[in-house]
């Protein structure tokens, strides 16, 4: 089979698309004939070799941890899949992922794909779906009448974050440059602040109730962003590399967050998509042997929007 793998830590230029062994999967798992997987910026950082302590992979390595594919084989003792299912999941961070014709996975990450999507865009809602939810539903606490800034709202996580906020009934502010000011409005975004031109500190005139950062800002401009936060409010944050500032003195508290797997909240996603309750957004669909001038995009900085990676057919 056809797979993306590094042979050693480096930039994106140490990607191979080349001819690997078919997985074969143990007791637990199920084989998936990959459909699509999804960019995240994690898969930069494990490449690039950034990660290595919280995550360290078995080179070589295929990268990929969010899914959508069919069950092609069955591992023993797996129930409740069969094959010819069509499936998403949030792999095992340290495994070998998606990027590949086939993958294994454990059966208690996978769930039943959404109906009203094409399979291959429900890649794009696993991990970043999560991420969402947990920041904002299970940490901010985000309830109807608050008022959520959503720093770096343009990227995957944030149009989510976006919808979520609005459908708990929140006035959300969410930053972005001028290209994805049309997006964020449509996902619900009640105002939008370009942060290319704009000082989002001033711009936002008004304290929030809940900020949630998800840009990889500096502390200094992370800690000014948190002088807009009302006392009793608090700050989410999901860049590792700038840990969210509590003010104790008013009483802001701070929360890191990141993403835990969690298949039955997944499962919650996907009926909220099939509902039409939230929306999967596919900024670009790659073939996979042009993988890595996505990450080449992400090393640059210059990345934008939710990429998925269509496997091979045929």
């Given at each position: 089979m056809k797979a993306v793998r590094f042979?050693?830590?480096?930039?994106?230029?140490?990607?191979?698309?080349?001819?690997?062994?078919?997985?074969?999967?143990?007791?637990?798992?199920?084989?998936?004939?990959?459909?699509?997987?999804?960019?995240?910026?994690?898969?930069?950082?494990?490449?690039?070799?950034?990660?290595?302590?919280?995550?360290?992979?078995?080179?070589?390595?295929?990268?990929?941890?969010?899914?959508?594919?069919?069950?092609?084989?069955?591992?023993?003792?797996?129930?409740?899949?069969?094959?010819?299912?069509?499936?998403?999941?949030?792999?095992?961070?340290?495994?070998?992922?998606?990027?590949?014709?086939?993958?294994?996975?454990?059966?208690?990450?996978?769930?039943?794909?959404?109906?009203?999507?094409?399979?291959?865009?429900?890649?794009?809602?696993?991990?970043?779906?999560?991420?969402?939810?947990?920041?904002?539903?299970?940490?901010?606490?985000?309830?109807?009448?608050?008022?959520?800034?959503?720093?770096?709202?343009?990227?995957?996580?944030?149009?989510?974050?976006?919808?979520?906020?609005?459908?708990?009934?929140?006035?959300?502010?969410?930053?972005?440059?001028?290209?994805?000011?049309?997006?964020?409005?449509?996902?619900?975004?009640?105002?939008?602040v370009d942060h290319i031109t704009t000082d989002v500190v001033a711009a936002v005139e008004e304290p929030v109730d809940v900020l949630l950062n998800l840009a990889p800002v500096t502390p200094e401009q992370l800690a000014a962003l948190v002088t807009r936060v009302r006392d009793g409010g608090v700050v989410v944050n999901t860049v590792p590399r700038t840990p969210a500032p509590a003010d104790e003195a008013r009483g802001v508290r701070a929360v890191d967050v990141f993403v835990r797997n969690d298949a039955e909240l997944l499962a919650r996603l996907v009926g909220m998509v099939d509902r039409g309750e939230l929306r999967v957004d596919v900024d670009r669909r790659v073939a996979l042997a042009d993988l890595a001038s996505i990450h080449a995009e992400a090393t640059a900085g210059t990345l934008r929007g939710k990429v998925v990676v269509l496997a091979p057919t045929g």
């Open positions: 042979h050693a830590y480096g930039g994106p230029e140490v990607l191979r698309y080349e001819d690997v062994e078919q997985p074969v999967p143990g007791a637990g798992q199920v084989r998936l004939r990959v459909a699509a997987s999804a960019f995240n910026l994690v898969d930069d950082g494990i490449r690039g070799g950034y990660l290595q302590e919280p995550f360290p992979v078995a080179l070589p390595h295929v990268p990929g941890i969010e899914v959508s594919g069919t069950v092609d084989a069955v591992g023993e003792g797996v129930d409740g899949l069969r094959v010819g299912d069509d499936v998403i999941g949030f792999l095992p961070m340290v495994a070998d992922g998606a990027a590949a014709e086939y993958v294994v996975a454990p059966a208690e990450v996978l769930v039943a794909a959404p109906r009203t999507v094409p399979l291959t865009d429900a890649a794009a809602l696993p991990m970043v779906g999560l991420t969402a939810w947990q920041a904002l539903v299970d940490d901010a606490k985000v309830v109807a009448g608050q008022r959520v800034l959503i720093n770096g709202a343009s990227g995957a996580v944030g149009g989510y974050a976006v919808q979520l906020a609005k459908n708990a009934g929140a006035h959300v502010i969410a930053t972005g440059g001028p290209r994805s000011s049309e997006r964020l409005r449509a996902q619900g975004a009640d105002e939008v």
